[in-house]
């Protein structure tokens, strides 16, 4: 017996002593490895295959709380395989990361997961989700399952289970089958701030719960079949809105005229809606980043718009000017219009400035004139407006048979030509004005005036018993045959104002109050900063890895902000004596810096410029980073100028091939900017001195799919990013390859912001000769036609394997541009020019001529005669998606695989083509930006939509 005792007191102090060393519970490590089993490339993981302590050895993308799993990150792994069932039993799991795989088959249901926060499904295979999946998931923060085409042909619709995740701040579901109505539940989900469902199969109305709810981001757009529908008067109440996206719906209506209560509103969308009316003032005076209005049916007058960007074509505006009035005739007949609810027979036909030219179904006019309104049996609804009373010359007004309610307008008598007024047939409430004994009246079949026809006692005129009251009137000569027939165009509408609900203050107080609390105690809880940084790989497309200024002050391990931007960071740790860092504001003091690079060795250097010098940093936990130092010597205003322009740029523009910026320290002269790390360099290094570093040369379908990237990354920053930008300095060795060989564009201190249209900006020469346009050159004036050109040399580049300046060449041929445009039309010296590492070309001969006459496009000497890089996408795509080289591996381009099916290829370009457009600032009252834990990017990873 003392035996026994002894031994189980042995087993206890071992297993004691193993949970202090980390051994991983048993059940836990049997789902790891059931997770493992059931993937087609477990191999990818880089688990170890003997090893059964992933907590106390640290398996790669497992993180532990003690003994018990509770995170797994394996984002963009292209895992391919099922999740076992029983996966809800890590009942430990706050944070799981499964985005951007091929995770496929049923959800397993993640019942009575109390501890998880993060949860990041999207962008997979999954096909169906259990009925109890919300269950018991108190603690809940962020949710992503885009992209899962969930429960087949029948969809499926969050159950009331999810209401229970109180604090829920991030539903994201877009393309993931929703079908039918929008819970009324989640109007009570107080905490609630981002809300995407685009690209799903929701009808019906917003629910009228919404209202008031605290939303930053709103997206509804582009559902499938009948789409939503109703009005928007709700969303005028969720003042806290950034980005609200309805595009491709049914939605009806006017727009509400105290939707300039909206002031935090940046971005919004209504194109491809059934809107009809007056644009409200108070829309065209909010400052917004993009305001799109296509494709609706608004009428009268184009206001004069304050948003930086603002599209409104395909409307019933009266005249295409903005800020210029239109007749008095049409604002009197829209007015009349709107009164009625605009009927769309109606709207799609009274068109244009003038009622007496073209088609204006039911009137009729006499010298100029509108002299007859004959619409009867129209199915007419609404009252009548007072406005009819300004059509001086009108003479009949026949409405009879119709559904109209309400008062005759006493104005109406005010109307000395008027000798026919028949209202019969309708709903029309007394009292009934006193019009000229000139005037024939009918009014009979309305049932509320039957008995009660008696004018009121202030307006003269014959009794109701006079002839002109017969329920039935002759039809005027004037009216019958001659009504114009109406045309086929898109209905429109004016707006109603509406009362103005006093809520922003209570909302930002209600908003902010909360926030700064939990931050508060975020901070307590955190204690000082930390003395090392570990940034876990994230995607750089996401728009939430904003930096802002932030000073780290070494001396005694506090933070501050400069020029007063950002606040403390939060950082989650756990992780050994390192910390994660994951916010908005990301930290970075230079001692961090000094320590990953090795106190900026020559062994770390990865390259020099005007600028300063480029090292290689290795964080913590192996993550490679680029830091851009600014050389004492250098730091002039010029210089600071480009520090701060690299910053203020890649801080309000993302995009999967432009070079992510993840954040920066200032010191004395210390000027250091830290970048994602590229690993395969320049362009340029693989383009002219591939030899000398023991390269192997480019293949054309490489260059293809960089010349692609780059296109991609420069028509995001001239037309799709919130401002449009002039990148100045375009050339290849500012453009980075990654380990993959996909491009970004780098190097942004000297962007400007674009002028509107086609007008240029005059600003001091910049840049590097070779690629410089020639207007530029010459004038100084630019426009994103400069970049085009710069763009076209970098395509002769990637053609020839030649530099766009080198002396060392012959005379003739020093300066590429001009060179290859005497070469590019005749075949036989355009391949005798093309670069010689690409060896047999005849299987590229037909792509080479196309991106040899691309190339001579986009270098042509006027700026009006190149084409935009929208037109440069266009023409490389699909030589991309065609090229297929006989002994090259295939590739996928940008995550897409050409021959899948049209579905699965749009979900993955909806993947890589989540930019800017996705961005919302999540803003507390002060301006500082809330941080999140590892995987929550891809909360805000999103379609572009437009």
């Known amino acids: 017996m003392g035996d026994l005792k002894k031994e189980l007191a042995l087993a206890l102090l071992l297993a004691v002593i193993s949970v202090g060393f980390g051994a991983t519970d048993p059940h836990d490590l049997a789902i790891l490895n059931d997770f493992r089993k059931g993937l087609e490339n477990p191999e990818l993981l880089k688990w170890p295959s003997k090893d059964d302590d992933p907590c106390g050895n640290k398996w790669p993308c497992v993180f532990c709380d003690g003994s018990r799993v509770s995170q797994i990150q394996v984002q963009g792994f292209g895992l391919k395989g099922p999740l076992p069932q029983n996966f809800n039993q890590l009942s430990m799991l706050s944070n799981i990361g499964l985005q951007k795989n091929q995770f496929y088959g049923p959800l397993p249901s993640f019942n009575g997961l109390k501890n998880l926060q993060y949860a990041f499904l999207n962008y997979n295979n999954f096909t169906s989700i259990p009925a109890d999946f919300f269950t018991g998931l108190d603690s809940l923060e962020v949710l992503a399952l885009d992209g899962n085409n969930l429960n087949g042909s029948s969809g499926w619709m969050f159950p009331p289970a999810l209401s229970n995740s109180a604090q829920l701040t991030n539903l994201t579901c877009m393309s993931c089958n929703l079908a039918g109505p929008l819970p009324d539940f989640l109007g009570s989900m107080s905490s609630l701030s981002v809300l995407s469902l685009s690209g799903n199969r929701l009808t019906g109305r917003i629910p009228a719960s919404f209202k008031g709810m605290v939303l930053t981001k709103f997206w509804l757009n582009n559902q499938m079949g009948d789409g939503m529908s109703g009005s928007i008067d709700v969303v005028t109440t969720m003042t806290s809105l950034n980005s609200l996206w309805l595009h491709g719906n049914h939605f009806s209506g006017t727009i509400p005229d105290n939707i300039g209560d909206l002031s935090l509103l940046?971005?919004?969308?209504?194109?491809?809606?059934?809107?009809?009316?007056?644009?409200?003032?108070?829309?065209?005076?909010?400052?917004?980043?993009?305001?799109?209005?296509?494709?609706?049916?608004?009428?009268?007058?184009?206001?004069?718009?304050?948003?930086?960007?603002?599209?409104?074509?395909?409307?019933?505006?009266?005249?295409?000017?903005?800020?210029?009035?239109?007749?008095?005739?049409?604002?009197?007949?829209?007015?009349?219009?709107?009164?009625?609810?605009?009927?769309?027979?109606?709207?799609?036909?009274?068109?244009?400035?003038?009622?007496?030219?073209?088609?204006?179904?039911?009137?009729?006019?006499?010298?100029?004139?509108?002299?007859?309104?004959?619409?009867?049996?129209?199915?007419?609804?609404?009252?009548?407006?007072?406005?009819?009373?300004?059509?001086?010359?009108?003479?009949?007004?026949?409405?009879?048979?119709?559904?109209?309610?309400?008062?005759?307008?006493?104005?109406?008598?005010?109307?000395?030509?008027?000798?026919?007024?028949?209202?019969?047939?309708?709903?029309?409430?007394?009292?009934?004005?006193?019009?000229?004994?000139?005037?024939?009246?009918?009014?009979?079949?309305?049932?509320?005036?039957?008995?009660?026809?008696?004018?009121?006692?202030?307006?003269?005129?014959?009794?109701?018993?006079?002839?002109?009251?017969?329920?039935?009137?002759?039809?005027?000569?004037?009216?019958?045959n001659g009504v114009r027939q109406a045309s086929t165009r898109s209905k429109a509408s004016i707006i109603v104002s509406t009362v103005v609900p006093v809520v922003s203050v209570v909302v930002v107080a209600f908003v902010a109050i909360p926030l700064s609390i939990y931050l508060c105690k975020k901070r307590k809880r955190n204690g000082q900063a930390p003395s090392s940084l570990v940034v876990h790989p994230r995607d750089p497309s996401d728009p939430n890895n904003l930096v802002k200024i932030v000073v780290a002050n070494n001396t005694n391990n506090s933070t501050s902000t400069a020029s007063g931007s950002g606040s403390g960071s939060r950082n989650y740790s756990g992780f050994g004596d390192s910390h994660v860092i994951e916010t908005g504001n990301l930290v970075i003091s230079v001692q961090v810096l000094r320590n990953v690079t090795n106190n900026f060795s020559s062994e770390n250097e990865l390259g020099r410029g005007g600028f300063g010098v480029v090292y290689r940093g290795e964080l913590d936990d192996g993550t490679k980073i680029a830091v851009k130092r600014m050389e004492s010597g250098v730091i002039s205003s010029k210089a600071l100028d480009e520090f701060q322009s690299e910053i203020a740029v890649l801080s309000k523009v993302r995009h999967r091939h432009l070079v992510s910026l993840l954040g920066y320290s200032i010191a004395g002269n210390e000027r250091l900017l830290v970048y994602e790390y590229m690993s395969?360099?320049?362009?340029?290094?693989?383009?002219?001195?591939?030899?000398?570093?023991?390269?192997?040369?480019?293949?054309?379908?490489?260059?293809?799919?960089?010349?692609?990237?780059?296109?991609?990354?420069?028509?995001?920053?001239?037309?799709?990013?919130?401002?449009?930008?002039?990148?100045?300095?375009?050339?290849?060795?500012?453009?980075?390859?990654?380990?993959?060989?996909?491009?970004?564009?780098?190097?942004?201190?000297?962007?400007?912001?674009?002028?509107?249209?086609?007008?240029?900006?005059?600003?001091?020469?910049?840049?590097?000769?070779?690629?410089?346009?020639?207007?530029?050159?010459?004038?100084?004036?630019?426009?994103?036609?400069?970049?085009?050109?710069?763009?076209?040399?970098?395509?002769?580049?990637?053609?020839?394997?030649?530099?766009?300046?080198?002396?060392?060449?012959?005379?003739?041929?020093?300066?590429?541009?001009?060179?290859?445009?005497?070469?590019?039309?005749?075949?036989?010296?355009?391949?005798?020019?093309?670069?010689?590492?690409?060896?047999?070309k005849e299987d590229i001969s037909e792509s080479i001529c196309i991106i040899a006459e691309l190339a001579g496009h986009c270098t042509a000497r006027e700026p009006t005669q190149r084409p935009d890089m929208g037109h440069a996408v266009n023409v490389l795509a699909p030589l991309v998606e065609k090229w297929k080289p006989i002994d090259d591996d295939t590739e996928e381009y940008s995550g897409i695989d050409y021959s899948l099916p049209l579905n699965q290829m749009v979900k993955g370009w909806q993947e890589s083509e989540g930019s800017d457009f996705s961005y919302v600032d999540l803003q507390d009252s002060k301006g500082s930006i809330p941080s999140r834990p590892t995987g929550f990017a891809d909360s805000f990873t999103s379609v572009d939509g437009r």
């Open 266 to 480: 940046q971005d919004l969308n209504l194109n491809g809606n059934e809107f009809v009316g007056l644009i409200p003032k108070s829309l065209a005076d909010m400052s917004l980043r993009n305001l799109d209005l296509n494709n609706n049916n608004f009428m009268g007058p184009v206001p004069k718009f304050k948003a930086s960007k603002v599209s409104y074509s395909s409307n019933q505006f009266c005249l295409t000017e903005e800020g210029v009035a239109c007749a008095p005739q049409v604002m009197a007949l829209i007015e009349f219009l709107g009164a009625m609810g605009y009927p769309s027979r109606l709207v799609s036909a009274w068109t244009g400035n003038d009622p007496c030219e073209g088609p204006w179904l039911g009137l009729n006019c006499r010298s100029g004139d509108v002299s007859v309104i004959n619409l009867p049996k129209f199915d007419l609804n609404g009252t009548l407006s007072p406005s009819l009373a300004d059509l001086i010359s009108l003479a009949e007004i026949r409405l009879q048979d119709n559904h109209l309610s309400g008062t005759i307008p006493s104005n109406w008598t005010g109307l000395k030509s008027l000798s026919l007024l028949d209202l019969s047939g309708n709903n029309i409430s007394p009292p009934v004005p006193r019009f000229s004994s000139t005037v024939k009246l009918s009014t009979g079949g309305n049932p509320l005036l039957d008995g009660k026809q008696s004018p009121s006692s202030e307006i003269g005129g014959p009794s109701p018993s006079d002839s002109r009251s017969s329920p039935t009137t002759e039809p005027s000569p004037s009216s019958g």
């Open 680 to 840: 395969e360099g320049a362009l340029s290094k693989h383009l002219f001195h591939w030899e000398s570093f023991k390269l192997e040369p480019l293949s054309w379908k490489r260059r293809l799919n960089i010349a692609l990237d780059v296109a991609r990354g420069m028509e995001y920053l001239h037309s799709l990013a919130h401002q449009s930008f002039i990148h100045r300095d375009l050339k290849s060795s500012n453009i980075l390859l990654g380990d993959d060989f996909r491009a970004k564009v780098s190097d942004f201190g000297l962007v400007k912001l674009a002028p509107d249209g086609e007008r240029s900006v005059v600003t001091r020469l910049a840049g590097t000769f070779g690629y410089l346009a020639p207007e530029y050159a010459v004038t100084g004036k630019i426009t994103t036609k400069a970049d085009v050109f710069s763009f076209g040399v970098v395509l002769m580049e990637l053609l020839t394997g030649l530099m766009a300046l080198d002396e060392d060449r012959s005379e003739e041929s020093q300066y590429l541009a001009a060179w290859f445009w005497h070469i590019k039309s005749d075949k036989e010296k355009l391949m005798a020019a093309v670069d010689p590492s690409l060896g047999c």
